[in-house]
């Protein structure tokens, strides 16, 4: 992927728009400074032309005064037909006149030129224009320069102006732009919050939040909720078909059972297979199991939660263990509590199936444990079998996943602990996840307080 397509939406709208208004501020600014600058010195140029004309015209009546009388600091000379100064104003040169052979022709013809300032003793550069008069029956030039200092120092200025204000501009402009953008996205943010709060917890909403416009987003919003809801009713509808499967095949797993037990005592039927009786168990557990799983789905059925003393729950989880196969231990608590905030009938039910998960796989034991950290209380119940490779330690929790070592259905099981271990959590807005004990395998349950 390019740099450009690493950005994130905001930066990029932030770059596009700033860029867009430096390109046109670029263009103004250049075409202000050139309007201005052409302003000026066509204003200097009509001044000097107006200046000449009106000595021109004391000129043509005779009453051409000495020194020529000017107004701020124009520079008055009137030249014969060889080039001498034969009139000026009093900052004018009585000797070397302002223009040239060439420079006169071209101002007596109506055009300016511009000079520089020291043939006049001034500074800078001299806009001469030129008109032409009769003196007595000779033919004479009055040429008037004005300074362009000002000039200068006002197109400076600026010039200054735009490059200092401009960059100035455009990071104020950056920054309001910035908040501007981020409160249009803002919508697009909180769904993105409403989404990741969907199926979060006990009490998560299923729906975006639609903001209050008539905006493209607003119905975005609109849009998914309605899909939401097609997604919620399909998943309530098949909670509900599994859950009443699952209800219904109960009484007459029920019946089987009390049937083949009742014939095994009396020997009624003759001998029955050996693997019937414990094969119809074991359907009756997988029945049980998914009635659960389906209950433990929908939030609907969800338990109301209360404070539990974590250590109290393992203690009476490992005491129905006494007769496992291996010890179910649970570590010293110490004087510190261990309380949260949860279902304990949920929470009784998940260490059951962890402890049932662990006893199944430990090599010689199965330890419990709990203490409060500061993200809530941990609960660990850890076993020293053969673990989990890491990369199936989140695939075990889905419905029906086995390991090529839990594959035998004689290891027991039906492959629905663990998925009803973390809805059986969720419900309470806590967390579980496996990690490796070094040997064997810590399922680890953060549990709010």
């Known amino acids: 992927m390019s740099r450009w397509s690493r950005l994130g939406l905001r930066s990029r709208l932030l ?45 043509e009546a005779g009453r051409l005064p000495d020194p020529v009388p000017v107004s701020g600091a124009q520079v008055v000379q009137v030249l014969d037909s060889r080039q001498r100064v034969v009139g000026g104003s009093v900052a004018a040169d009585r000797l070397t006149p302002l223009v040239d052979r060439r420079e006169a022709a071209r101002v007596a013809d109506g ?6 300032g020291n043939r006049a003793g001034r500074s800078g550069e001299l806009v001469v224009g030129g008109v032409r008069a009769d003196r007595g029956g000779e033919a004479v030039l009055v040429v008037a320069a004005v300074p362009t200092a000002d000039l200068e120092t006002s197109q400076r200025v600026l010039r200054t102006l735009l490059l200092v204000f401009f960059p100035l501009f455009l990071l104020a402009l950056a920054a309001i732009a910035w908040r501007v953008i981020g409160q249009a996205l803002r919508p697009v943010e909180e769904l993105r919050h409403g989404a990741e709060r969907i199926g979060a917890g006990p009490d998560a909403d299923r729906r975006l939040p639609v903001p209050p416009t008539r905006d ?3 119905a975005l919003a609109t849009t998914l909720n309605r899909m939401l809801a097609r997604l919620a009713d399909a998943q309530t509808q098949q909670r509900a078909f599994v859950a009443d499967a699952a209800h219904e095949l109960r ?9 083949l037990e009742v014939a095994a005592r009396l020997g009624e039927g003759g001998s029955l297979p050996d693997g019937l009786l414990p094969e119809v168990e074991r359907l009756t557990a997988l029945v049980e199991d998914l009635l659960v799983l389906a209950r433990a789905g929908d939030d609907r059925t969800t338990r109301p939660a209360e404070d539990v003393d974590v250590h ?15 010890p179910v231990l649970v570590a010293a608590g110490g004087d510190a509590p261990a309380v949260a905030r949860v279902s304990r009938p949920d929470l009784e039910r998940a260490v059951g199936n962890l402890v049932d998960n662990a006893v199944r796989h430990a090599a010689t034991r199965v330890s419990l ?57 969720r419900r309470s807005g806590a967390t579980v996840r496996l990690e490796d004990a070094g040997p064997g395998t810590r399922a680890v349950v953060v549990l709010p307080t």
């Open 216 to 218: 493209e987003i607003a």
């Open 369 to 425: 444990a709990a203490r409060t950290t500061a993200s809530g209380t941990v609960l660990t119940v850890t076993d020293d079998g053969h673990g989990i490779p890491e990369a199936e330690r989140e695939r075990v929790f889905d419905r029906f996943a086995r390991l090529d070592e839990a594959r035998d259905r004689d290891s027991g099981g039906t492959g629905l602990g663990l998925s009803i271990t973390r809805e059986l959590l």
């Open 15 to 59: 770059a596009l728009g700033v860029a867009g208004v430096a390109v046109a501020l670029l263009v103004g600014g250049l075409a202000l400074y050139a309007a201005v600058a052409v302003t000026l010195d066509r204003a200097a140029a009509s001044e000097a032309r107006s200046a000449a004309r009106e000595v021109a015209a004391l000129v």
């Open 251 to 259: 009484s007459p797993l029920a019946s089987m059972r009390t049937q």
């Open 312 to 326: 109290d729950v393992l203690a009476q989880v490992a005491g129905r263990y006494a007769a496992a196969r291996v």
């Open 111 to 116: 055009g300016t030129v511009s000079v520089p």
